[in-house]
């Protein structure tokens, strides 16, 4: 009886969600392994949560990341905004205490199942947005400066969106500016790296999509509403780099990037921003549209 009630709570849930939320691991024999507690929990209980610090708290990753080793807290931020970072676990002693390397740490949290690793292109990366959470959890909580503050501040920055104040999400972006030896500022596309982190809290209301055909071109960054939340507008950002914020609302009509809602029946609002190289400045455009 409770498998079958299992089940009818499973089919409502969107396969695409709980993809993002608990797959992310992979072996040679096996591309999609996703986290059997979580996905037990979500079908028992019919809706998509955090069920990773039921079992581990954010305090035991917190130890490791905030190791002073040079590169770790870039590596960090980085994956959190959806990059891969090379790793090498050849130099790891398989004990929790002897840490040499950026390295070591890293190796570590790939036992921990905090990271997957690729065996084949040697990488690692955040595996899926429930592990996300705890990275983020840790960050807000550690002392990382702006990006700690930013992190903490995403849901009042999603907020100024959805109430059109501009002036406050340009503010609430420009916290989460961050560059490291990964990703530089020389484009729009290393800017959707700090929306990523900006707007960390739209991930409990929206699905995220980079560079979503729509129109007559991709559109850098779409949220579009989970099913519970047909309520809240769908959100087109269009960035540039060294231009205008105006330009980029232009763009997002021009090139008619809101053909991708098609099938969402609410309303969305344009976002348009821009990063002014030489005064370091983020500034951002608001309107509403109708679909």
Request: hydrophobic share 40%; aromatic share 12%.
């Amino acid at each position: 009886m409770l498998y079958t009630y299992a089940m009818r709570i499973w089919k409502r849930i969107r396969t695409q969600e709980v993809k993002a939320w608990y797959d992310g691991y992979s072996f040679s024999m096996a591309a999609s392994v996703y986290s059997p507690r979580s996905v037990v929990n979500s079908m028992l209980f019919g809706k998509i949560e955090n069920y990773w610090n039921q079992t581990e708290t954010f305090e035991a990753l917190q130890v490791y990341i905030d190791m002073n080793f040079d590169g770790l807290k870039d590596d960090v931020l980085s994956m959190i905004a959806g990059e891969r970072i090379p790793v090498n676990t050849g130099s790891f002693t398989n004990d929790m205490i002897t840490f040499r390397t950026e390295d070591d740490v890293l190796t570590l949290l790939i036992h921990l199942g905090y990271l997957a690793y690729d065996s084949e292109n040697k990488v690692v990366k955040i595996p899926n947005n429930e592990v996300r959470n705890e990275y983020v959890n840790s960050v807000a909580a550690s002392d990382w400066g702006e990006v700690s503050i930013a992190l903490k501040q995403s849901a009042d920055t999603l907020n100024a969106i959805w109430q059109r104040r501009p002036q406050q999400v340009a503010e609430g972006i420009q916290l989460a500016h961050f560059e490291t030896s990964h990703i530089q500022y020389n484009d729009e596309n290393a800017l959707s790296y700090t929306i990523s982190l900006a707007l960390y809290a739209a991930r409990n209301f929206y699905t995220m999509h980079r560079e979503l055909a729509g129109g007559k071109g991709f559109a850098d960054i779409v949220f579009i509403p989970r099913k519970k939340f047909q309520d809240k507008p769908a959100l087109v950002v269009e960035l540039k780099w060294d231009k205008s914020a105006d330009g980029a609302i232009s763009q997002i009509k021009r090139k008619e990037y809101c053909r991708s809602l098609e099938e969402y029946a609410g309303n969305a609002l344009l976002v348009g921003v821009n990063y002014n190289k030489r005064t370091k400045v983020h500034e951002c455009m608001i309107e509403e549209y109708k679909l």
